[in-house]
């Protein structure tokens, strides 16, 4: 059972390690070190060979298709009535934490996945690391989904422009980042119009169905857009200090989600 017993002690002291103080060489870009490269697979030689515009544009439409689809999706599945049939009324689907659960087992398998078909490099980040940034995405979401409850999908879209200013003192907090004078003015500007559109949309919504509901609409997109400028800025940290791939960001923060 000797033999045994040290395999065993050995697989745990790996996990241990791996959630502690990670695995794999640790670069840290700030200190001018290079990151590790896995060896280029036969997606990354044709994205290797595309002109750096192309890999732009080819990334601004995904994202864009992505999240016009998604936001759809979403404003769908939270506002559309459901049953009715034999005399029983509609019900709306309330249920926002099924969303997310579904959503992150969905990203979970899709990024275990990758990573057994794509090369990865060495993998040096502890995974107590991505949990912060895995509860941050998950509140940001739930947030996403209750306020489809109170405002409309547009209204939702608009307000994410005030996540400008959060994002930026998570990153002074977070990264220790510094800003130029301009760049405040401008998330200042930016985050007032925002508030005077979000203000007369309340206004004209006030006979409708009263101001407690757009009350709580925008606390909860407030919610939103504090969790989710903590997660980027998060995130961003990570990859700046420990170069983790995409689908290793992904699956490290859906497998604690």
């Not at 508030?195 to 939103?224: M, N, P, R, W």
Request: proline share 5%; aromatic share 12%; net charge positive.
């Amino acid at each position: 059972n000797s033999p045994y017993i040290l395999r065993t002690g050995e697989r745990y002291s790996v996990l241990l390690r791996s959630c502690v103080v990670g695995l794999g060489q640790h670069v840290s870009l700030e200190e001018g070190g290079q990151p590790p490269h896995a060896a280029p697979g036969f997606l990354a030689r044709i994205e290797n060979s595309l002109p750096r515009s192309a890999r732009l544009a080819i990334c601004v439409v995904g994202l864009q298709i992505s999240y016009l689809t998604w936001g759809v999706l979403q404003e769908r599945v939270m506002t559309k009535t459901y049953g009715g049939t034999d005399g029983e009324p509609k019900e709306r689907f309330t249920v926002s934490q099924f969303l997310v659960l579904a959503n992150r087992l969905l990203a979970f398998f899709v990024s275990l996945a990758a990573l057994w078909i794509l090369p990865q490099p060495p993998h040096a980040t502890p995974l107590y690391k991505y949990s912060f940034c895995s509860i941050s995405n998950i509140l940001s979401s739930w947030c996403q989904y209750e306020a489809l409850k109170f405002i409309t999908f547009p209204t939702q879209v608009v307000s994410k422009a005030c996540k400008v200013i959060p994002v930026m003192l998570m990153g002074k907090v977070i990264s220790n980042r510094s800003y130029k004078w301009f760049e405040y003015g401008a998330a200042v500007l930016i985050s007032a119009g925002v508030s005077l559109f979000l203000l007369s949309d309340a206004t004209e919504g006030h006979h409708k169905a009263g101001s407690v509901t757009t009350v709580t609409g925008v606390i909860i997109l407030a919610g939103y857009l504090v969790f989710d400028s903590f997660t980027s800025n998060w995130q961003k940290n990570l990859f700046d200090t420990y170069k983790v791939s995409t689908t290793q960001m992904m699956m490290g923060v859906n497998l604690f989600s």
